[in-house]
T-cell receptor
Framework: DSGVTQTPKHLITATGQRVTLRCSPR?????VYWYQQSLDQGLQFLIQ???????AKGNILERFSAQQFPDLHSELNLSSLELGDSALYFC?????????????FGPGTRLTVL | GQQLNQSPQSMFIQEGEDVSMNCTSS?????WLWYKQDPGEGPVLLIA?????ELTSNGRLTAQFGITRKDSFLNISASIPSDVGIYFC????????????FGTGTRLKVLA
């Protein structure tokens, strides 16, 4: 158990809908990262937050947005969903600001868009 | 953008054999991480490397941070069936964002 939690574990929805994925980082970690992993693909970095502020952006679509709250949990919002958005979405956290910056991953949310 | 080339893409090996895989890039990295991912699960951190030339072991796993800081290697000795999975490398480009670039993964299958 990495200490990173994600909910829900599975999500099935229809095209055009909007969903919110939630992540709680490890205790004490300030950075949260979101990744998308399509079937048999590698991890695509979406966005990073550090202590409530956006720190880095990857290949995140305009239909997607995220935020990190004062308690450091993060939410990834996916809107106007398309079939191609079906994927595993992972959250990872790291201490940041320290010497050692390993990323620890949550169990993921499997999103299926029908 | 920056890319990590991970090879081989997949491997079929016999139980008991040693395994080697690597990641290379044209970019310089500050940190290398190696992960293992089982189907439908999140990646699990295996080894972290922080200095060029560093060699670190975790049980049967050994990883090295290349001296050029552009590559890293992972070796698994005496493979067992539970080693099956996808192995990812990840390199941290700058310490400012702590952002990591992930390799495309090496899919390992162990034949008993």
């Amino acid at each position: 158990d990495s200490g990173v939690t994600q909910t829900p574990k599975h999500l099935i929805t229809a095209t055009g809908q909007r969903v919110t994925l939630r992540c709680s980082p490890r205790s004490g970690d300030l950075s949260v990262y979101w990744y998308q992993q399509s079937l048999d693909q590698g991890l695509q970095f979406l966005i990073q937050y550090y202590n409530g502020e956006e720190r880095a952006k990857g290949n995140i679509l305009e239909r997607f947005s995220a935020q990190q709250f004062p308690d450091l949990h993060s939410e990834l919002n996916l809107s106007s969903l398309e079939l191609g958005d079906s994927a595993l979405y992972f959250c990872a956290s790291s201490p940041s600001g320290a010497t050692y910056n390993e990323q620890f991953f949550g169990p993921g949310t499997r999103l299926t868009v029908l | 953008g920056q890319q990590l080339n991970q090879s081989p893409q997949s491997m079929f090996i016999q139980e008991g054999e040693d395994v080697s895989m690597n990641c290379t890039s044209s970019s310089i990295f500050n940190t290398w991480l190696w992960y293992k991912q089982d189907p439908g699960e999140g990646p699990v951190l295996l080894i972290a490397l922080y200095k060029a030339g560093e060699l670190t072991s975790n049980g049967r796993l050994t990883a090295q941070f290349g001296i050029t800081r552009k590559d890293s290697f992972l070796n698994i000795s005496a493979s067992i069936p539970s080693d099956v999975g996808i192995y990812f490398c990840a390199g941290q480009l700058t310490s400012g964002t702590y952002k990591y670039i992930f390799g495309t993964g090496t899919r390992l299958k162990v034949l008993a």
